[in-house]
């Protein structure tokens, strides 16, 4: 059954985004169908599957008859667990009242546009970023205002003038997702205290976007709202998706000022009623039960990195950082490029796909090139291909970049 | 941590509204850990666990390593199952392409609001009725136009008037819950017969709450969609909840006309991703397994409906039709109340709450009394007690009656 009426649609529908990474997925989907092989780089995804004791807890909870509705904040326990879990990692004062459940990472993004912008607000937004920042800021009539980064000697930095230069009377609100997706890049404690100095002095509220707040390979994570004056103004957007291997559950939360929080859960009675109510039990498994499932993701993800870095760095016209952070890397292939004469991304990606099998999404599938961009960056996922086929495909690329 | 700032939210929260239901399960569970005896007939919910082949199947894909992300449209074998199961039951050509899969039934609100309603729209939907429509509607610009029902001789009908006095250039939208949310009626064919030429000759596109299509005692359920030149103009909120027992899983679908169910899945990729990946294999297996289970839900709850009426209707002051569809039933009330001198219904419910636990929730947790309504009505779920409690909950509000 197909509709008969034309201009059906509502006319925000013309201003809502999506990820265009996924038509990079089909794309190499349909390759592969062909009996093609492809090195799957594109994907955001974790071939690693969920440890086996939360799986369990889960289960066992369904078995008990948790199968009907749980609160629309999700389960006290887990909320009281993450409240300790993040108070304690942020060294900030948590308690249930900060934290509402969510059905993933991602509904905190639209539940704080919602619940925080009125039509015509101005946001700041990492761009290259998340591209569902810009798609539910312009969707729900706000005005979305780029932030980029640039080449630092050790990894990528915020652009800091294009923060200031496009602060004005109407900006409202701040999106910062450090350990950023897809740069990689993780601001210093310099550059995190420039960022707050800056919304407190304008009196923004910030989105914190924490998905990758503990895929690490050394080091510790700051979070911006530990920084003096900022956990009344910070939102967290909390998700067990990367850090547990739960992409495909869909279970987060979002952590910050009771008012805010309240909101967002008013929001999640009429979206959604509440969370799915037993994989909330498997969640509280990952947070205080044996820590060895979380350990091992990131011991899988380490050699991955290690690997790609170094391959990718011996191909002529690729220079690539080793971020300590993600399991993303972000070369930049303006050298490869130019050399084999590719001017736009999109051509150049297909080609490398057909003739290599090699899947990656580039700087377009992150955000429109900034004014002034000169520089030419792909990026290259290594959490969901293993160690071998890594090698495998970063040596047809290499060979086919000779 | 709590919020310095003072008016903090968005502008359109002022607009939000909320299941007011959660306030009186609030109540009855403050009575109750104070050791008073609770009879909860004011849950949506059922106390019945999710049939155990369901449960088995979804942990089966969960431990074969269905934990990463889906495609954002649902997994293709449910999307399939249900364009067949539904294209069945409503007797219209259904394909995989009219199917995007939701977590939960009420995701499929604010998704057919948020595609096909421009701000100033006016919407008709049904009061009594599930608060969020309202709450959708208005929260994201529209204006809402309640239409209500009228008792008939053996259930309530749909005040028709109610609907054609409000219906002017700017009416684009019509919600329809047959199997109707709290009154437990049920269109004839000659009433739905109506609203759908209503529907085709002002253009409006429908969307067909379905969430108790298949809770029914006896005879057999007809879509407003399986009418002629419908399904080109229906959305059908699909949701396992009822049926299945799954309420607490969070799952659904929302099915109707391709171009529909495109501009949602774009929602759905915005607003969480994906729905939870694993409890999708569940839901297929309640499709297309043992069908015992869905029996047996039907089967535990068909003397708790007869028993409730049966026991309803002695008391003086109340009278009660006997649906065969949904489990609720709606008693007018207006006897008791006057008799005990009542005329407010909140003061009404929490004297019968505090004098004999008998806890319910009122014709105002669906919706503002409508102009010239006199009658007054209560809602009793009768999903989340067991029979034994209903006759003795009942017997305690006639003993309170007398």
Avoid at 275 to 303: K, M
Avoid at 324 to 349: C, D
């Amino acid at each position: 059954m197909t509709s008969t009426a034309h201009s059906l649609l509502a006319e925000r529908i013309a201003r809502l985004g999506s990820e265009t990474a996924f038509s990079v997925s089909a794309e190499a989907n349909a390759l592969a169908a062909t009996g093609r092989k492809i090195y799957p780089f594109h994907l955001g995804d974790l071939n690693i599957k969920t440890p086996q004791n939360i799986i369990d807890a889960a289960f066992r909870a369904a078995n008990a008859g948790k199968t009907g509705y749980c609160s629309y904040y999700g389960i006290p326990q887990l909320r009281e667990a993450l409240a300790e879990d993040v108070g304690r990692s942020h060294q900030i004062p948590l308690t249930i009242d900060n934290v509402a459940i969510q059905p993933g990472g991602k509904p905190s993004i639209s539940k704080f546009v919602l619940s925080l912008m009125n039509p015509g607000d101005e946001v700041l937004y990492p761009n290259p970023g998340y591209p569902i920042y810009e798609s539910q800021i312009e969707f729900h009539g706000g005005k979305a205002r780029p932030y980029g980064f640039v080449e630092g000697p050790r990894n990528f930095e915020i652009d800091f003038d294009s923060i200031t230069q496009q602060l004005n009377s109407r900006t409202r609100l701040l999106i910062y997702n450090n350990l950023h997706n897809p740069p990689s890049a993780e601001s210093s404690l310099e550059e995190m205290e420039a960022i707050a100095q800056l919304a407190i002095r304008h009196d923004l509220i910030v989105l914190a976007d924490e998905a990758y707040f503990d895929i690490r390979y050394s080091g510790t994570s700051t979070s911006i709202a530990s920084l003096p004056e900022m956990a009344q103004r910070t939102v967290i957007l909390y998700t067990f998706s990367k850090k547990f291997a739960m992409t495909g559950w869909r279970l987060g939360a979002t952590i910050g000022p009771k008012e805010i929080v309240d909101c967002v859960a008013k929001l999640n009675v009429n979206d959604e009623s509440c969370t799915n109510h037993f994989i909330q039990y498997g969640a509280l498994e990952g947070l205080q039960g044996d820590p060895a499932g979380p350990r091992s993701i990131i011991d899988t993800l380490r050699p991955r990195r290690d690997r790609i870095v170094e391959l990718l760095n011996q191909i002529e016209g690729i220079r690539c950082y080793r971020p300590e952070v993600t399991f993303y890397v972000f070369p930049n292939v303006t050298g490869l490029m130019q050399r084999k004469g590719f001017s736009q991304y999109e051509a150049f990606r297909r080609k490398v796909l057909h003739d290599t099998g090699v899947s990656f999404c580039t700087r377009l599938h992150f955000g429109r090139e900034l004014p002034g961009e000169t520089e030419k960056y792909v990026r290259f996922a290594y959490s969901g291909i293993d160690l071998d086929q890594i090698e495998e495909g970063i040596n047809r690329l290499a060979e086919w970049a000779r």
